[in-house]
């Protein structure tokens, strides 16, 4: 399929979210087409996790919409919610559980009757067959992660949202989690992440938004951005050599560090 055939899964249109006076997201619409790795950027306070808690339906927005697979998010909360795959913060698992149980129960959530076998072999395809009876505190953190990412997977949703999934990683368990990305980019499934790696995002993104102030300063392919914003006096000011994304993306926000 080219692109241009493959269907939108997401769409967020003219959306505005207001903290009382502050207005965090500012008009921002982008979309997402299908089996595509969306990366979300701006630095920090440009309104990525405010942009992303409205979509997963934590937030309603001042105005604007989401639409998730033909459906709008305001309209129909519960049948979004099954086409979305959010990666948990640690805090969210149910401390006294082992990790095989909050397994069970996640997937009982989302009306999914998996037998013991098909959570073992889960468990066991993201290396956590030995960990099977801890708690999930007791995991190290490359553990942690790769079993949320496996639990918010687990009923193989539309899109999946994963805000600064690499953060606090080491190169092999970052390594790994673009693997696992990329396989489930292959059974077809979209990604929005966002991340403060230009590099990791030119590397792994098939488009990205810059954002900042809540507003899109630049929107494409990565490759696509750079060509077209190479010749910017604002990104050759801060270019060293051959322009990268990261050029682009300081000469569009400005070097000035954010709250
Ligand atoms: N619950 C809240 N109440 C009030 N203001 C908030 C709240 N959450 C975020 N903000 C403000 O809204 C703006 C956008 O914050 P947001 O967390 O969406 O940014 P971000 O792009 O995710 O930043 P970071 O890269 O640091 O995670 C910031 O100015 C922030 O201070
Ligand atoms: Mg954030």
Redesign the pocket.
């Known amino acids: 399929m080219n692109e241009a055939e493959r269907p939108t899964v997401l769409e967020v249109q003219d959306l505005v979210v207001r903290?009382?006076q502050?207005t965090?997201?500012d008009g921002l619409s982008f979309s997402i087409s299908r089996g595509e790795i969306f990366g979300l950027l701006?630095?920090?306070?440009?309104?990525?996790?405010?942009?992303?808690?409205v979509i997963e339906g934590l937030r309603k927005p001042d105005s604007g919409r989401v639409v998730i697979d033909g459906v709008e998010t305001l309209h129909a909360p519960l049948a979004v919610k099954a086409k979305l795959g959010v990666q948990l913060q640690a805090s969210s698992f149910q401390s006294e559980l082992t990790i095989e149980q909050i397994a069970r129960l996640y997937a009982g959530l989302y009306g999914l009757s998996l037998p013991q076998r098909q959570i073992r072999e889960r468990l066991a395809d993201v290396g956590l067959q030995q960990e099977i009876t801890k708690p999930f505190k007791k995991l190290s953190g490359g553990q942690q992660q790769r079993f949320s990412l496996m639990v918010a997977t687990i009923h193989n949703p539309s899109i999946l949202l994963l805000?600064?999934p690499t953060a606090g990683l080491d190169p092999q368990s970052r390594r790994q989690l673009w693997d696992r990305i990329e396989g489930s980019r292959k059974r077809g499934g979209s990604i929005l992440l966002?991340t403060?790696s230009m590099e990791e995002a030119q590397a792994v993104c098939d488009s990205v938004a810059i954002?900042d102030h809540?507003r899109l300063q630049a929107f494409g392919a990565p490759k696509d951005l750079v060509a077209m914003h190479r010749d910017d006096p604002r990104v050759q000011a801060v270019a060293h050599g051959d322009v990268t994304l990261e050029d682009v993306f300081i000469g569009l926000t400005g070097s000035a560090i954010?709250?």
């Open positions: 903290y009382g502050q965090a997201v701006g630095p920090n306070g440009a309104g990525k996790t405010t942009t992303l808690s805000d600064e966002t403060h954002i809540g954010r709250d």
